[in-house]
């Protein structure tokens, strides 16, 4: 500044001074240009994949890397010296990842959607996808041993199909109609040599005898893999409506035993094919109605062998199998063989852990209580689960010795005073997911979702039987309390770090990464993720889990059954004996078929008589109050199929009675309000209706949580269909059953129309129940009610997911039905609930024996009569073959969805993988061509939105395929369009990586060019 002001201005001359270091002026860059995303089409969509193992952290512990599942990105974050975490990369994955593992300096992440696996190499940078595994259906875990890799995934999927892996031990048909099959596969892949194919080549693709697996452990020797079954089930099954006895025990028709109509005997059945009598009392409600009757839940009694009902009474010849509920599996990680398994761990398990010490395992699970019968009060009838839903535990197997010990982490709750202290819930631990062992072995972290709350449990109290045989020092909740750490936001996962006493923990609700300390129990840091998810969409997803939310005790949330806001493929018998009838306002179009036999034949006739006693007074329009086993449906895929549960009872409720027929699902779904109470054990009094004047301050935040609730839940779709082939196209045998399904010829009623019914129709073939319409939503269901032949007037059922139901088999012949092909024992199988509202029909191709289908022209067959319903229809309307029937069933497992199949499909393109690639890549151009109709998706789209995004030059680059044009634009307004053989050489080319998902339609811009929807790219506002 003095020389400056001494010699010459250098601000006045235009020749800059030699030797100055002031600095040119900067040039401004121009600012980007606006290039405006297109209008959307459809609201935001949202799957609720669960974490499973969301974070690793690298072997040298300076990087810690977390799969953020909406985003669909991992996230690799630093770890400073002192454990804070700072955010370096986001790196696209497939879609919705679930987990992460990292290996010689990879992280291997599993897209839950996308059914792959990406691996991206850390030692690059920036880091970057390299190559993508295809694998099965909807995988979860990943861990690895001795240089191999262990991914869980559902025994379908059309990846196990291809023709490539023909040579691989395990792969092929699943086999979905083949008794005794294992349904819970495991892929395991040679990390050091992953094969040429297209998407990798699995040394061999393992079925455990169970149905579907979620966590994975490994020993610390690395010489045993274990895999625990999510959807374990507690040996309960029903006995189906037809096969019981008529009435109840306390009425004139079911106060003696009968025989069932094939006379079978079950191993440890009474003698000579006999049930003891009707179904356990009472057979009316507290106003004295009749009930219907329906199936009957039934649980293996493992002392005396026997199926039993909730009095001990003897059912077995009504059950066609064993379930011998085997939960966890021990996998020799050398030979791939299972060389133990240990049973009854719990009904639904999360994640597994291994003590470092001493090598016991440690799962997370809850253990249902449908065995237990109605919600409300419990009053009139002496039973209910109010409050008692499914109990969250941690179990202990010490592999050694095989023995397992279940520990109940509420054993504080008194189930009999659900509304007596409040302050019980601040003990309380629901839904205990990830699970982490600490170096020494004496501490067990599990992150609680549904508390807000990461549980800190010492592995002595867990294990020592003497805390919990009632003597002497006993594990106590509220002792135990003191240790828990209390996290916001609904933790999902964790990871510690000892070397800097720290926990870091994702929670789900808020999408976010907490730093906490473990000497001082404060939270440092929350990070949160980028999502794409709306706020208002995310407030509502803590309904869903929040049990302190929920109940009273603080155990029981929506989650208890709806896990993950799915299923838990079991089935409750939730009616009301206080309760009082109420009537059904639904659309009935079908009402006359029901009546067909009475008008046509006379009052003589089966079905007329049946109708007598339909909903168990005879009302058509009536929904019982004690309404029998209902299967837990998904929550998944509601925003176009009309009014809630299998019967449509939302139809009626605290927020309106649908007498308009609206068939509004967001009313109806609001109507669930009352489930907080009757079921979940809410300390509430709700009063009649929302229009109530005077109502508590509990009372309007509840109804402000139910708006909340629907806003998230009636966003969430089902996933894409994995049974049916990715070009959308129908398997050969499927075609069949979809030419007959919407075909001419009726599948129910009359082969004519009468002029007795008017203008009604007096028969419809499957459609004409089954709506099928894109445009509106409807696949499968229009929202209407219709009477199956069953003993109750149930809502016509969706059929997008019917292939989650698979594994039950063993049925014993009933009324009204074509003989069973299971009515033999059938010996072990997986699951003890299958198909329809009760899940007492083992298989749909049974369900299609219904004599209303039989088109009756080859009359009965042997050992047959006309109690089997084999008289029916003389050849004029039905199911006209075999050939027909199965092509039903695989129709509907290859149903219509939704979302196109190819959604989530992806494939990875580098100079290693060019050619291999080009046929995958040359599909999804042609599906993402390809012109759809879906409602959700907002009317007439493509089957999926073509994006590329990884690493071009060291730059993370984003690129939309553009199906008019046949090109794709990039993340940069002004950069050229490129051919496809173009992008290809860019992915081809050495250190590059371009990544081909099919995304959700009408989410691609976002997902490729423009994140926040600003106008300016990604590329440009770097």
């Known amino acids: 500044m003095l020389l400056a002001s001494c010699g010459s201005n250098p601000e006045t001359n235009n020749e800059k001074p030699q030797g100055s270091d002031i600095p040119e002026a900067v040039v401004m860059p121009e600012p980007p240009v606006k290039v405006m995303p297109p209008s959307a089409k459809s609201d935001y969509i949202g799957f609720e994949s669960a974490p499973v193992r969301p974070m690793a952290k690298t072997s040298d512990g300076k990087r810690l890397l977390l799969t953020n599942t909406s985003n669909h990105t991992l996230e690799i974050f630093s770890i400073e010296k002192d454990g804070t975490l700072l955010l370096s990369q986001s790196v696209h994955v497939g879609l919705e990842p679930v987990s992460v593992a990292i290996k ?56 196990r199909r291809s023709p490539a892996l023909a040579k691989v031990k395990g792969a092929g048909d699943p086999k979905l109609h083949t008794p005794g099959i294992g349904r819970a596969d495991v892929w395991i892949f040679d990390i050091n040599n992953l094969g040429n194919n297209l998407g990798g080549t699995p040394l061999e693709i393992v079925s455990m005898f169970g149905d579907t697996l979620r966590g994975l452990a490994v020993s610390k020797d690395e010489k045993t893999v274990y895999a625990a079954v999510l959807n374990s089930g507690n040996q309960t099954t029903a006995v189906h409506e037809a096969v019981m006895c008529m009435g109840f025990e306390d009425d004139q028709y079911g106060a003696v035993p009968c025989q069932v109509l094939d006379g079978l005997s079950s191993p440890k059945g009474l003698p000579e094919g006999y049930l003891p009598g009707g179904r356990t009392a009472p057979g009316v409600n507290a106003d004295g109605e009749y009930q219907p009757w329906t199936s009957m839940i039934v649980q293996y009694d493992r002392a005396s062998g026997q199926w039993q009902d909730s009095k001990g009474r003897n059912f077995s010849n009504g059950v066609r199998f ?82 397992v010990f279940a520990r109940h982490l509420n054993r504080h709750i008194d189930y009999g005073d659900l509304k007596g202290n409040k302050s019980v819930k601040h003990h309380s631990l629901s839904a205990p997911l990830q699970l982490e062992v600490s170096s020494d072995g004496k501490l067990l972290y599990s992150a609680v979702l549904g508390s807000n709350k990461v549980a800190v449990l010492p592995t002595s109290e867990l294990s020592d039987d003497g805390y919990w045989d009632n003597k002497g020092e006993e594990f106590d909740p509220k002792v135990a309390s003191e240790r828990y750490l209390s996290v916001q936001g609904g933790p999902a996962g964790i990871l510690l770090n000892e070397q800097h006493q720290s926990l870091y923990v994702f929670t789900r609700f808020d999408n976010s990464l907490v730093h906490i300390n473990l000497s001082s129990r404060n939270e440092l840091q929350r990070i949160a993720m980028s999502t794409p998810e709306p706020k208002g969409y995310m407030a509502g997803r803590h309904m869903l889990y929040d049990a302190n939310r929920s109940s009273s005790n603080g155990e029981s949330s929506c989650a208890s059954c709806h896990i993950f806001g799915d299923t838990d493929h079991l089935s409750w018998n939730l009616g009301n004996p206080d309760a009082s009838n109420i009537k059904n306002p639904q659309p009935f179009p079908t009402q006359n078929l029901s009546e067909l036999g009475c008008v046509l034949v006379g009052p003589e006739e089966e079905s007329c008589q049946l109708l007598e006693v339909i909903n168990g007074n005879g009302d058509e329009r009536s929904f019982a109050s004690m309404k029998g086993p209902m299967g837990t449906q998904t929550l998944r895929g509601m925003q176009h199929h009309g009014h809630m549960h299998w019967r449509g009872d939302r139809s009626v409720g605290y927020f309106g009675d649908d007498t308009g027929q609206t068939l509004d699902e967001r009313t109806s779904f609001k109507n669930f309000i ?21 109502k508590t301050a509990d009372v309007k935040q509840l109804e402000q949580d139910m708006e909340k609730f629907a806003d998230f839940m009636l966003k969430v779709a089902l996933p894409p269909n994995p049974i049916r082939n990715l070009d959308n196209s129908l398997s050969s045998s499927a075609h069949i059953g979809e030419q007959f399904f919407h075909g001419t010829r009726r599948s129910d009623g009359a082969a004519q129309d009468t002029p007795l019914n008017g203008n009604n129709a007096d028969g419809v073939n499957c459609e004409g129940c089954h709506g099928v319409d894109h445009e509106k939503g409807f696949y499968g269901s229009r929202g209407e009610i219709a009477h199956g032949g069953e003993i109750q007037i149930l809502k016509v059922p969706q059929l997008r997911n019917l292939y989650t139901r698979v594994g039950m088999f063993g049925l014993p012949d009933r009324g009204g039905f074509l003989p069973s092909h299971t009515k033999t024992h059938q010996g072990d199988q997986i699951r003890g609930f299958g198909f329809l509202h009760d899940g007492a029909t083992d298989q749909l191709l049974n369900f299609l024996k219904g004599g209303v289908f039989d088109n009756g022209e080859k009359g009965c067959p042997e050992g047959a009569d006309e109690r089997h319903g084999c008289h029916f229809n003389a050849g004029e309307i039905g199911i006209p073959d075999e050939t027909t029937r199965q092509g039903l069933v695989d129709y509907m497992m290859e149903f219509d969805n939704d979302l196109a199949p190819v959604v989530g499909q992806q494939i990875t393109v580098t100079e290693n993988t060019l050619e291999v690639v080009k046929e995958r890549v040359l599909l999804l151009e042609q599906r993402a061509s390809t012109p759809f109709v879906s409602k959700l998706l907002g009317g007439k789209v493509t089957e999926c939105d073509l994006i590329v995004l990884g690493v071009v030059n060291n730059e993370q680059r984003g690129y939309l395929f553009d199906q008019i044009e046949n090109n794709y634009r990039s993340d940069r307004a002004f950069e050229s369009r490129l051919t496809l053989a173009q992008l290809m050489s860019l992915g081809a080319t050495p250190d590059n990586s371009l990544t081909f998902t099919c995304t959700v339609p009408g989410k691609g811009w976002q997902a490729a060019l423009d994140y926040d929807l600003d106008g300016i790219l990604n590329g440009d506002a770097i």
């Open 104 to 159: 010689n300096n990879q992280a291997w992440v599993l897209n839950h959607l996308s059914d792959s696996v990406s691996i991206v190499d850390l030692s690059l940078s920036p880091a970057r996808v390299i190559r993508t595994l295809l694998v099965g259906d909807e995988p979860r875990d990943i861990v690895f041993a001795n240089n191999k890799a262990f991914i869980t995934t559902a025994h379908r999927g059309q990846q």
């Open 322 to 403: 064993h379930l011998p509920d085997h939960d966890v599996f021990a996998l020799d990680t050398q030979t791939h063989k299972t060389v133990a398994s240990f049973k009854h761990v719990g009904t639904t398990l999360f994640n597994i852990a291994v003590s470092p010490t001493t090598g016991e395992l440690f799962v997370s699970n809850t253990d249902a209580n449908n065995a237990s019968r109605f919600e409300g009060s419990g009053k009139f009838a002496g039973s209910t689960v109010q409050g008692n839903i499914a109990k969250s535990r941690i179990t202990v197997i010490n592999p050694s010795t095989g023995n």
């Open 674 to 694: 009352v489930a907080f109470e009757g079921l979940l054990g809410l300390d509430i009094a709700l009063p009649e209706s929302v229009d109530t004047g005077l």
